[in-house]
């Protein structure tokens, strides 16, 4: 037997509707807090417009033109003829720029990762933790071109390193003019200048960690390689994939430490993908050319970024 509720039981049983004009108060009433919301938001909305929307989109057109930096009224369509000419016959942009950037990033992410795991490791079973990474992060409120000429003056045949090289009995190394040590030297300095920011991520990943498992651990006799390999890595995958994504943008994009130590040489053996850009725009005026290799260079971060969350995602959990 079916059961029909009767309008009145209907009533009853959900309740009175709500009359018209309450809906039309609480419609008015969204409304109102919409515009509000919005109202508050347009500071940010218009700085977000300026600074990013409007650069955005006079750099796409700039990708699809010919233009010396000068007047406005001189900028000339020319299609796709600025992309093409990145990968052209003869063109550099390829190799080496954008394989020696691929380089640099993924030798600093590796240096830096590795680095920083097993200093945020040990500092974790040390006294006065504060000190120590305070310590290691002052690199990081350090100017860039500090780090790079202080490391510039190391590296020269005179300097710290190979002072260091000749007392064990070494010969002294062209660390940033021979083009087979210039790339990793620099590679070098960038892991130790992004070591600490690295660090600060990973301590406060290890805290987060329950003692309670250290504690099962132990009770179950496991080692101390069992217990990193078994329970911190895996309890670290956030903070890892948060340190390797950040580490491997600022790479990818890095500039400044690159001009200060070796200005892309010797020959263009450090030469990397923004400062050809750079050298596009202000030292040849195409900027044409220089917004189409930002936009490709854009592209690459967008892809690694992207493979970076797919192989964590593939290991069971959701970024």
């Known amino acids: 037997m079916v059961n029909v509720l009767t309008p009145e ?7 009175p509707r709500p009359a018209a004009p309450v809906v039309a108060a609480r419609d008015r009433t969204r409304r109102r807090q919409t515009v509000v919301a919005y109202l508050f938001l347009a500071p940010t909305l218009l700085f977000f417009a300026v600074f990013l929307v409007l650069p ?3 750099a796409l057109l700039l990708s699809l033109s010919h233009w010396s930096g000068f007047a406005l009224g001189d900028i000339r369509p020319v299609g796709l003829d600025n992309f093409t000419g990145l990968f052209a016959d003869g063109s550099t942009f390829l190799a ?9 990033a993924l030798g600093t992410v590796a240096l830096a990762l590795a680095g920083s795991l097993t200093v945020a490791t040990c500092i974790d079973n040390l006294r006065f933790q504060g000190l120590w990474r305070t310590l290691y992060f002052l690199p990081i409120v350090t100017t860039v071109v500090a780090v790079g000429n202080v490391w510039k003056y190391m590296y020269e045949p005179g300097g710290l390193v190979n002072g260091a090289l000749n007392a064990l009995g070494l010969d002294s190394v062209a660390f940033l ?9 620099v590679v070098v300095v960038q892991a130790w200048a992004s070591v600490g920011t690295a660090i600060l991520v ?3 990943g290890l805290k987060s960690i329950p003692e309670s498992y250290y504690e099962a651990a132990e009770l ?16 670290l995958r956030p903070s890892l994939l948060l340190v390797c994504v950040t580490q491997i943008v600022t790479g990818l994009q890095s500039f400044a430490l690159i001009v200060v130590m070796t200005r892309g040489g010797p020959g263009d053996a450090t030469d990397v993908a923004a400062l050809e850009m750079y050298r596009q725009a202000f030292s040849y005026g195409d900027w044409g050319a220089a917004s189409a290799a930002a936009f490709v260079l854009f592209a690459v971060v967008l892809a690694v970024t992207l493979l970076q969350l797919w192989i964590y995602r593939r290991g069971g959990e959701d970024a």
């Open 202 to 204: 990973l301590t406060a």
């Open 9 to 15: 039981r209907a009533e009853r049983a959900h309740g």
């Open 220 to 235: 179950d006799g496991a080692g101390p390689v069992t217990v990193f390999r078994r329970i911190t890595l895996p309890l």
């Open 56 to 58: 955005l989109g006079f």
């Open 96 to 104: 080496p720029v954008l394989t020696n950037t691929l380089l640099f």
């Open 177 to 185: 003019q021979d083009p087979d040590t210039a790339l990793p030297s």
